[in-house]
């Protein structure tokens, strides 16, 4: 693995053999409704609880992409994967019965990126051949965990986002087909001085800045050199923050990007206020959406930045704020 300037990578050796997308009542009402793999038409799937559906929704995933090239767990070497629950609770509940090494991660709204890059990596060096890349989010559990209870009945700001019932998974490889994941900067924590839990767009909109900023310099690229820029998910305020960010510096993002927040919901039609959120928007966007184009060549090359607002209830409660961090991951055609 060669390693660029900073914390970008370059990767010779890594493909995307299968992905898969399961998502909720509300978000196959969306524009891209009938691209997903499965719709769970129930809040709680069956299950008891919200956690409990959260769970199933991995679960499902999974399946879904092992059966696509007809792998089984025996024939997988990892599991990267996480959520937004205390203790990536819908990862470890919802992948345990697959009895596949494990690594659970974090990284919020940025988790599906951060397993990508990790899973490359250790595809690419050779300690694995078989690497899936798994996570979700649950809009009922992700309320209760960060905000308020839903029977609260709490008034929703307008800069507040909606976050994704959803999952993606994606089995990483040695490279065959594409997509191919060509490089990936890891994000850095950045700290922009927001504390209100209903405004995760500007938080992490600083930290898509420096990513994509540092991913551009060590690669010699720029936005033009990507068919597009596809973030997840800063949602309309804080893809608005990302435009003016860059056009201090001549740049006209707007011109290459696309946010997952943005597209997963129809904004007129659906009330998700400032847009999508949470660790499934992206994945089933990218999962359910995107990699099928790349592999048809209808689409090139893009630079896939997750953003995640690390946030914890406790310390905003004691007046901290809301650091935001952004992966990158170069996904492409050739």
């Not at 009938?34 to 679960?59: I, Y």
């Not at 905000?147 to 040695?174: D, E, H, K």
């Not at 809301?322 to 055609?333: D, K, L, N, W």
Request: with cysteine.
């Amino acid at each position: 693995m060669a390693i660029c300037e900073g914390k970008t990578w370059k990767f010779g050796n890594a493909s995307i053999a299968s992905w898969a997308s399961v998502v909720g009542k509300v978000e196959s009402d969306g524009p891209y409704g009938d691209e997903f793999d499965e719709v769970v038409e129930d809040n709680k799937g069956g299950a008891e609880t919200w956690e409990q559906a959260e769970a199933q929704l991995q679960n499902k995933s999974l399946k879904h992409a092992l059966d696509k090239v007809n792998l089984t767990p025996e024939n997988m070497d990892l599991i990267v994967a996480g959520d937004l629950l205390n203790q990536c609770t819908g990862s470890s509940y919802g992948l345990k019965d697959f009895y596949i090494p494990f690594l659970g991660v974090y990284g919020a709204c940025s988790t599906f990126a951060e397993s990508l890059l990790i899973a490359a990596a250790l595809v690419n060096a050779g300690y694995v051949e078989n690497c899936a890349a798994v996570t979700s989010s649950h809009f009922s559990s992700a309320e209760r965990q960060f905000r308020f209870p839903l029977n609260y009945g709490g008034v929703r700001a307008p800069t507040a986002q909606w976050t994704a019932t959803a999952s993606g998974a994606a089995i990483v490889t040695s490279a065959l087909e594409p997509p191919f994941i060509r490089s990936a900067t890891v994000g850095k924590i950045q700290d922009m001085g927001i504390n209100d839990l209903n405004n995760m767009g500007a938080a992490m909109a600083g930290a898509a800045y420096d990513t994509l900023t540092r991913h551009f310099k060590h690669m010699g690229t720029h936005p033009e050199s990507y068919d597009l820029i596809v973030t997840g998910d800063l949602g309309q305020v804080g893809s608005d923050l990302l435009h003016d960010l860059f056009r201090r510096d001549g740049i006209a993002l707007d011109k290459w990007h696309k946010d997952c927040g943005l597209m997963l919901y129809d904004r007129e039609r659906q009330d998700v206020h400032a847009g999508g959120s949470g660790c499934g928007c992206s994945a089933s966007m990218i999962c359910g959406h995107f990699l099928s184009r790349i592999r048809s060549g209808d689409i090139r090359r893009i630079l896939y930045a997750a953003t995640g607002a690390l946030m914890s209830p406790t310390m905003v409660q004691q007046g901290g704020n809301i650091p935001g961090i952004c992966h990158a991951v170069e996904i492409s055609y050739n």
